[in-house]
């Protein structure tokens, strides 16, 4: 099992910029593919981006493509997710998510996870 604890959110003027990072705990967790997802309010869920196991391959949505950056570091059991160039429509609340190594759903619709954290809030402000 992996527990998932998401941080670094908070409140950012547009054009600015933030870093989560979601920590794991538990074994072998260079062995999960991670992803970014965010839920605005009133909103349905939406993903964000992924990185592989290896962090040699990463996905994005459209809408962040060329501000967000996924990253991660498996001997600090990180992975981070940089935002620059915030819009008021970044706006949500971003969840970090694993996937089982037998799952190859979550980088392509549906955007299957097998683990969640908690969720970090973030807010732009125009």
């Known amino acids: 099992q992996v527990q998932l604890v998401e941080s670094g959110g908070g409140l950012e003027q547009a054009g600015g910029s933030l870093r989560l990072s979601c920590a794991a705990s538990?074994?072998?967790?260079?062995?999960?593919?991670m992803g970014w997802l965010r839920q605005a309010p009133g909103k349905e869920r939406e993903f964000v981006g992924g990185?592989?196991?290896?962090?040699?391959?990463?996905w994005y949505a459209n809408s962040v493509k060329g501000r967000f950056t996924i990253s991660r570091d498996n001997a600090k059991n990180t992975v981070y997710l940089q935002m620059n160039s915030l819009k008021p429509e970044d706006t949500a609340v971003y969840y970090c998510?694993?996937?089982?190594?037998?799952?190859?759903?979550?980088?392509?619709?549906?955007?299957?996870?097998?683990?969640w954290g908690q969720g970090t809030r973030v807010t732009v402000s125009s």
């Open positions: 990185i592989s196991r290896s962090g040699g391959s990463t």
């Open positions: 998510a694993a996937a089982d190594l037998y799952n190859d759903r979550w980088y392509h619709p549906p955007y299957e996870y097998d683990y």
């Open positions: 538990g074994r072998s967790f260079s062995s999960y593919n």
